[in-house]
């Protein structure tokens, strides 16, 4: 699954503004909650309430990906990634 890193801040900028930039990095890079507050200072989330913000804006970048297809038989498919 590849998402432009633009496409990813806006849907963290959806999620929560406040945080945005540190969830795109956490997304993009992988860099960790521990990480992230020693490179940046105390971020204003706890641990628990990042990953989860961070598991919304992931399941938001997979809902994006999906697309429905009808096969010739009319039968609906779920495709994943870009038309």
């Known amino acids: 699954m590849y998402v432009e890193e633009k496409e990813i801040f ?3 900028q959806s999620v929560d503004s406040a945080i ?3 969830l795109t990095e956490s997304i993009t890079i992988g ?3 521990d990480m992230l507050e020693a490179h940046h200072g105390i971020l204003p ?3 628990r ?3 989860r913000r ?3 804006a992931q399941r938001l970048m997979r809902q994006r990906m999906a697309h429905l297809v009808e096969e010739k038989n009319g039968q609906l498919r779920m495709v994943w990634g870009k038309i």
Do not use: D, K, L
């Open 31 to 33: 860099t960790s909650y």
């Open 45 to 47: 989330i706890s641990r």
């Open 54 to 56: 961070r598991g919304t």
């Open 20 to 22: 945005a930039a540190e």
């Open 10 to 12: 806006e849907i963290c």
């Open 49 to 51: 309430s990042f990953y």
